[in-house]
């Protein structure tokens, strides 16, 4: 069963587009974060948000947390070939011991 | 900024032979590491959580006795997958905490991509 659910699982794009990943979940985290990973590479940790309601940016890229904490999304404005890459949630999960659990991914290709 | 180096970044072996990949926060003392599996254009599966000095905890389904973890030190971890077959091949990733995970305080490696033919 995954604890996270994540759509879109592939997005394909023209550049200048805006796009929004979402990330959900039945259960509370205690933090989401977002990673962004590339082929052949570990991911690497975009945002971490912790309040429910919380907003983040991080140049065209706009994270909220939920205000139940249990979804988060990811917005990206005016998109280009660079952003190109696996974008993955990932929650804190504090069932008897801290653990990451990610999400299943959004694949996204922007085309120039 | 932190960092954590896994070796060897890639390796092929031959099927029922043992392979053992290694962790190593490079500039802090990591007190608790995770082992990742990612099978091709899919998501990370924690396998296992491992403290330093103690065994390590197994996510449900992952054999135990086939990937072997050793956190001997605060600065390394070791997955050793044992009789390994061509099933076994995927990318393992590891990802070390120092001070317990919290907040932004989970740094990955590299990944090491396992090839059994």
């Known amino acids: 069963t995954q604890l996270l659910e994540q759509s879109p699982q592939f997005l394909s794009i023209q550049e200048g587009e805006n796009l929004t990943v979402y990330c959900n979940s039945s259960?509370?985290?205690?933090?989401l974060q977002w990673y962004r990973q590339e082929p052949g590479e570990g991911p690497v940790l975009l945002v971490t948000?912790?309040?429910?309601?919380e907003v983040k940016k991080l140049k065209r890229l706009t994270f909220q947390f939920g205000d139940a904490r249990k979804d988060s999304s990811l917005h990206i404005t005016a998109a280009q070939p660079g952003d190109t890459g696996l974008y993955l949630c990932?929650?804190?999960?504090?069932?008897?011991?801290?653990?990451?659990?990610f999400g299943a991914g959004t694949r996204l290709a922007v085309h120039p | 900024g932190a960092v954590v180096s896994q070796h060897p970044s890639r390796v092929i072996c031959k099927s029922g032979t043992s392979v053992k990949i290694e962790c190593r926060s490079l500039?802090?003392?990591?007190?608790?590491m995770f082992w990742y599996r990612q099978f091709p254009k899919q998501s990370l599966m924690l396998m296992a959580t491992?403290?330093?000095?103690?065994?390590?905890?197994?996510e449900q389904g992952v054999e135990k006795d086939k990937f072997l973890i050793n956190h001997a030190s605060l600065t390394l971890s070791t997955l050793t997958v044992t009789s390994a077959h061509p099933e076994d091949s995927s990318f393992y990733i590891c990802?070390?905490?120092?001070?317990?995970?919290?907040?932004?305080?989970?740094?990955f490696g590299e990944g090491s991509r396992l090839t059994v033919l």
């Open positions: 948000v912790v309040t429910g309601g």
């Open positions: 500039d802090f003392q990591a007190t608790t």
């Open positions: 259960s509370v985290f205690s933090s």
């Open positions: 990932a929650g804190l999960f504090s069932g008897g011991y801290n653990k990451l659990i």
């Open positions: 491992s403290n330093e000095g103690s065994k390590a905890t197994y």
């Open positions: 990802s070390a905490s120092f001070g317990g995970l919290n907040t932004g305080e989970l740094f």
